[in-house]
């Protein structure tokens, strides 16, 4: 493999992370304060349609973007109502989600686009652009740095850049912030929080509605920067690897960023080395594209260890009288 190669492999690494990035942080914060979160995928995929879909009709990308944001958090606020207020079944509410993005998002766009279930393709505007940092184009010619600097960091659209943003700034607030103290006591133990005279509804409602806002970040990106438009399931199971790296992470930012670069390689090396001759035998398309999926499930059956969630986790919360 020449330098080249390399160089483009880890481009596409952070790009391909980006989604996965958003959907990982959206699920910590939310278990961080005791509700799981199993509607990631579905948020994400209703982001990712109502971000093209307006995108497409105003051929403006950042109306596109607040649309999905909107959609992913009516989701969140659903969840949140049938979790926190009506104290259901979290994985059976998240599990309903999915179901209901994965069919009227289909269901949607066919009426509205007549284009089998998908969106026109975006062009222009309505699409986010790339962006290149200073300096990219002096610096390209420099060794190592260079094409570090210039090819894999630079000319990425806005919403990566907001994503690693978002790796610190999820620290800082969990763990540097009263705001955060609270939030993470609240998936511990709920009812010393309430003793306090703090709102536990209150801070899950945030948990959840902060969730919801990432993961429109995460369809909008994968719809308007990722991609050109909206197409049926395009998520691909998405939002469960999130779910699979946060847990990989044990439920922590900076190494919730290090398990979604660790798939976003996985699946840039699936794209790209496709019907592999070995000799003795032509490994098929499909099986590189299934490739990351099987190496997450292994790396986090085997590297984990044991991931402890928040003892509160799962546990609607019943306020003692």
């Not at 600097?149 to 994503?163: E, F, R």
């Amino acid at each position: 493999m020449d330098l080249i190669a390399i160089v483009q492999i880890l481009d596409s690494t952070l790009r391909l992370a980006t989604p996965l990035l958003f959907a990982a942080l959206a699920g910590l914060i939310s278990e961080r304060a005791g509700v799981f979160d199993i509607g990631l995928e579905g948020k994400m995929l209703a982001a990712a349609f109502f971000s093209a879909a307006f995108a497409f009709t105003t051929g403006n990308v950042w109306l596109g973007l607040c649309a999905g944001i909107i959609a992913s958090m009516f989701l969140s606020l659903i969840h949140g109502v049938a979790s926190i207020t009506f104290r259901g079944n979290q994985l059976i509410s998240g599990v309903a989600i999915n179901f209901l993005a994965a069919g009227l998002t289909v269901v949607i766009a066919q009426n509205w686009f007549r284009q089998g279930g998908r969106t026109p393709t975006l062009t222009g505007d309505a699409r986010f652009p790339r962006l290149n940092l200073p300096f990219a184009d002096a610096l390209r010619d420099v060794p190592v740095l260079g094409p570090v600097y210039s090819v894999i960091l630079s000319g990425h659209s806005i919403l990566v850049y907001v994503g690693l943003l978002c790796v610190p700034l999820t620290w800082y607030v969990l763990f540097r912030t009263r705001f955060g103290l609270r939030l993470r006591a609240v998936g511990e133990n709920p009812a010393a929080v309430d003793t306090a005279g703090i709102s536990v509804i209150g801070l899950r409602y945030g948990a959840v509605m902060i969730a919801g806002v990432l993961c429109g970040l995460a369809g909008a990106y994968l719809a308007t920067g990722l991609a050109a438009g909206f197409v049926k399931d395009m998520t691909a199971g998405r939002g469960f690897i999130a779910l699979a790296a946060m847990i990989f992470a044990k439920w922590r930012p900076w190494h919730a960023l290090g398990a979604v670069l660790l798939f976003g390689l996985l699946e840039a090396i699936a794209n790209r080395y496709q019907n592999i001759d070995l000799g003795f035998i032509v490994l098929p398309a499909q099986f590189m594209q299934a490739l990351p999926y099987v190496l997450t499930v292994v790396i986090l059956a085997g590297f984990v260890g044991r991931a402890i969630p928040p003892r509160a986790g799962g546990e609607p919360y019943v306020k003692e009288r």
